[in-house]
């Protein structure tokens, strides 16, 4: 089974609007990772969320850890083509090594 | 500060012949991570090396593949006698620090296999 979702799978959004994409875990994040991929290349490292409630921004995307540590939004404010992507969470979980990765959030943005 | 270098960034190889991906992680980090991506699937953990040791190899087949970062040099990703279903694309992340003290993890630009 799947540890990490992502929701939804894929978004199509009108530039100039607000998107937000969601990772939901099974179990307790020791910590959370946003990235972001284009088709054929690699992961761009967005942000780190280790703390429940912890707030990150970057630019006009804002990720957030709820105080459980089981879940994720990422929300873009006012959408640009630039957006476009498959944005990928990724969790660090007590006692692994590695980092689980969910199957993605594929945002589209139209002009 | 160059980022993780991965290279070749295309390998295109026939059944049975061998496959070596390279991984330079950035500068000042000794722990290396190598994940397979296919479409449909996402990202996979394959195995996580730290300078000489091979620290989770949980992820990594159990015949054919086979992980190493030596002292000098890149970490190489070495797959044997290739079959249709190796054709993936291959990403290798480091970080200064292990998983356990959560640290950013940078990924490389790829290797995307062909096996014909």
């Known amino acids: 089974s799947q540890e990490l979702e992502q929701s939804p799978q894929s978004l199509i959004v009108q530039e100039g609007k607000n998107l937000t994409i969601n990772c939901t875990s099974s179990?307790?994040?020791?910590?959370l990772y946003w990235y972001k991929q284009k088709y054929g290349e690699g992961l761009i490292f967005l942000m780190m969320?280790?703390?429940?409630?912890e707030e990150k921004s970057h630019e006009k995307i804002t990720a957030k850890l709820d105080e459980k540590k089981q879940q994720s939004s990422l929300h873009i404010t006012a959408s640009q083509p630039s957006h476009a992507g498959i944005y990928l969470c990724?969790?660090?979980?007590?006692?692994?090594?590695?980092?689980?990765f969910g199957k993605g959030n594929q945002v589209v943005v139209i002009p | 500060n160059a980022g993780v270098m991965q290279n070749p960034r295309h390998l295109v190889r026939r059944r049975g012949q061998e496959a070596r991906l390279r991984c330079s992680p950035m500068?000042?980090?000794?722990?290396v991570y190598w994940y397979r991506q296919l479409p449909e699937e996402g990202l996979k953990f394959m195995v996580y090396?730290?300078?000489?040791?091979?620290?989770?190899e949980s992820g990594m087949p159990k015949e054919r593949f086979s992980a190493e970062f030596p002292k000098e040099g890149p970490s190489i990703l070495r797959i044997q006698q290739v079959v249709r279903g190796d054709s993936a694309a291959y990403f290798c992340?480091?970080?200064?620090?292990?998983?356990?003290?959560?640290?950013?993890?940078?990924f490389g630009q790829g290797t995307r296999l062909t096996v014909v």
């Open positions: 992340a480091s970080s200064r620090t292990g998983r356990g003290e959560n640290t950013e993890a940078f």
């Open positions: 179990k307790t994040l020791y910590g």
């Open positions: 969320l280790q703390k429940g409630g």
């Open positions: 990724g969790a660090a979980f007590y006692g692994n090594n590695r980092l689980a």
């Open positions: 500068k000042g980090h000794s722990h």
């Open positions: 090396l730290q300078k000489e040791n091979i620290i989770d």
